[in-house]
């Protein structure tokens, strides 16, 4: 699927750009070795370690806070990944892609599932992306309206998926004759190919930014128990610096 640049070309919600910017540096050999919630607290790049890890997540947060194009990322990419087997057009558009609509993602729910925003939105439409190769079960689900706390699942919900909710209010599904859907996750949907159960995909199955900096910090430091000893100790301080900027600010 191709990517309007347009799309991120924009300055993003403060959420979107603490939610790249506190993520820990996590190396792994592979995206499957954490479980999905994990991916509130850790940055990872599967293969990637140590200051090539470092230096790619300075580059993510570069991307969102200057509003980069995925052409522009992809080459300060090639130059932080030069002789590193990753080093790849293709593994560029992912780690841009999923990071930067996962942020985007991030702000968003902030804002649409604040208590305050609820009492006015308190519901929202899922719209599909238009891909040229749709998930059938995305595509299904365009223009269907759920109450905002029962989605059935977060977008975006899969590599490459550019899927979007948006908050409306009660006035406004009346006035265009909406009928709320009460479809839940692992429900079957009947779509263009067939019946398909509604499950999110693999690596995907949480909200971005709704766990709490206590979440967190525990799950940091279940990844740093495995971890050798100085790597450890930096993970550590990382999760303890997340936990008292959620005492100062408040958050949950």
Not at 11 to 38: C, H, N, Q, S
Not at 49 to 55: E, I, N, R, V
Not at 83 to 92: F, H, L, Q
Not at 153 to 175: H, K
Request: glycine letters at 8%; charged letters at 25%.
């Amino acid at each position: 699927m191709s990517l309007d640049p347009r799309l991120y070309a924009t300055v993003p919600p403060a959420e979107a750009i603490a939610y790249l910017r506190d993520k820990v540096d996590i190396p792994t050999d592979g995206w499957y070795e954490f479980p999905d919630y994990y991916q509130d607290a850790a940055f990872t790049v599967a293969g990637a370690k140590g200051a090539l890890l470092s230096q790619i997540h300075n580059a993510v947060n570069r991307a969102i806070s200057e509003g980069q194009t995925l052409a522009e990322f992809s080459k300060r990419f090639r130059q932080i990944a030069d002789g590193w087997v990753g080093n790849k057009p293709r593994r560029a558009q992912i780690i841009y892609q999923t990071n930067i609509r996962m942020a985007y993602a991030a702000g968003r729910y902030a804002h649409q599932l604040d208590p305050e925003v609820l009492k006015i939105q308190p519901y929202l439409q899922y719209v599909h992306s238009d891909a040229q190769v749709p998930r059938p079960h995305h595509k299904a689900l365009d223009g269907k309206v759920f109450r905002a706390t029962e989605i059935p699942f977060a977008v975006p919900n899969g590599f490459g998926c550019g899927c979007r909710y948006v908050s409306l209010t009660e006035e406004e599904v009346a006035a265009e004759g909406l009928e709320i859907s009460n479809l839940k996750r692992g429900d079957i949907i009947q779509t263009e190919q067939g019946e398909m159960a509604l499950e999110p995909d693999k690596g995907f199955d949480y909200i971005p930014g709704r766990t709490s900096p206590e979440t967190r910090y525990n799950l940091l430091l279940e990844a740093a128990s495995k971890m050798p000893p100085a790597i450890a100790d930096y993970v550590r301080q990382q999760a303890n610096q997340i936990l008292q900027r959620g005492k100062t600010d408040g958050t949950d």
